[in-house]
């Protein structure tokens, strides 16, 4: 089995910074597609970013120029760069990455989820 392990997450003021990790472990042949997604409380999960193997980028329209997405796929470790944070982006932040395990079928797994809070 897979295991997304996150990192990251945390208190900050309006304007400040933070930058999410997600490493994946276990036998895996290949990472496919990586993205973050977030939920507030009474809120539908939505996605906030994407990124394929090959390195093409996708965001939501709420976090384009103040979020970056990226990876390592030496470490199957995802990131998001969290600039400019606004308290709206308050929310548990999970990963998801859509990988090829060593029996050549693909499958989609979840982070714990990690608690970002932007607050004053």
């Known amino acids: 089995q897979v295991q997304l392990v996150e990192s990251g997450g945390g208190l900050v003021q309006p304007g400040g910074s933070l930058r999410l990790s997600c490493a994946a472990s276990?036998?895996?042949?290949?990472?496919?597609?990586m993205g973050w997604y977030r939920q507030a409380p009474g809120k539908q999960r939505e996605l906030v970013a994407a990124?394929?193997?090959?390195?093409?980028?996708d965001y939501a329209d709420s976090v384009k120029g103040r979020f970056t997405i990226s990876r390592d796929n030496a470490k199957n470790t995802v990131y998001l760069q969290m600039n400019s944070l606004k308290p709206e982006d308050t929310a548990v932040y999970y990963c998801?990455?859509?990988?090829?395990?060593?029996?050549?079928?693909?499958?989609?797994?979840w982070g714990q989820g990690t608690q970002v809070t932007v607050s004053s």
């Open positions: 998801n990455a859509d990988t090829t395990l060593m029996d050549g079928y693909e499958y989609d797994y």
């Open positions: 276990g036998s895996i042949f290949s990472v496919n597609a």
């Open positions: 990124i394929t193997s090959g390195g093409s980028t």
